[in-house]
Every structure is written in C-alpha cells, then in structure tokens.
C-alpha cells in the first residue's frame, strides 16, 4: 500500500512540476550589491536581475565565458538569463569590478525522474539464442533378412 501511495504522491507532485513554468529566481542590485550575489539553480531555469538602485546603473557579465559586456541596465528595469547547462557562473557587473556574484547550475533530480508513460512496456528484444541441437536421428535397428 505504501509504495502506491508514494507514487501517486510521486506523479502529483511531477504534474504539478510541470505545470508551473519555469521558476524564476530574482536578484536584486542595490547599493552596489547582487543580492543573493550567490544562488543556485536548476539547468533550464532563469535568473532576472532587477536594478533596484535609485540612480545607479549596472550590468550584468559573464566575462568568463568570453561574451561581451552586455548593456548596462538603469533603476527598474532588469536582465534576464536562462541557464541550459549546469555549471559554476561567476559574473560582475562591467563598470563596477568589485560587484561579483555566483550562480551555480546544477542537474534537476527530478527531471531525471520524468519518463513517459510508454516506457512500461518493454519491446522484448531479449537475446537469448536457442541452441538449435540437431534432431537426433533415431537408429533403427533394421533386421536383417
Ligand atoms: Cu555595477
């Protein structure tokens, strides 16, 4: 019994997973701050960095991976990013070097746990050669005349 309930509990939880669209996490800037400056994800969700300062502009960069310096971004408005690949991000912002933060992307665990409903039924493709013995050939004792 438990064990179906479990999994009933299981496919609740993953409908309604899959249902919400893809989290969103937020960082503000302020006072020359990424806050969190440090989060971790899954792989495919998306990070907004909204500018909260009240004159200040910013921009957000990930000089590591070799991009260019994106476009600074001025008091509410905000940058956007989808991250596709687990992996560590470190980033600053271009015109400020001392304002750093991190984002570490990891794997979902529970996208892993994601399989279609077809997958039940396994194609039987057992390997499993049947020795083919040759038909003993029965010895029949003629009589000889
Ligand atoms: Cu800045």
Do not use: A, G
């Given at each position: 019994m438990k064990t179906i309930l479990s999994l009933i509990l299981c496919i609740i939880t993953t409908t309604v997973l899959a249902e919400t669209e893809t989290p969103q996490h937020d960082i503000d800037i302020i006072k020359f701050k990424f806050e969190p400056a440090e989060i971790t994800i899954d792989v495919g969700e998306s990070i907004r960095w909204t500018n909260?300062?009240?004159?200040q502009y910013h921009s957000v960069w990930f000089e590591k991976t070799g991009e260019p310096e994106p476009d600074y971004f001025f008091p509410d408005e905000f940058y956007e990013r989808t991250f596709d690949a687990a992996g560590d991000f470190p980033y600053r912002c271009g015109p400020h070097p001392k304002m750093i933060g991190m984002v570490h992307v990891v794997q979902s665990t529970e996208d892993s746990k994601v399989e279609p409903d077809t997958s039940t039924e396994e194609s039987s493709t057992k390997d499993s050669p049947q020795k083919e013995e040759p038909p003993k050939k029965e010895e029949s004792i003629q009589p000889t005349p």
């Open positions: 909260k300062e009240k004159r």
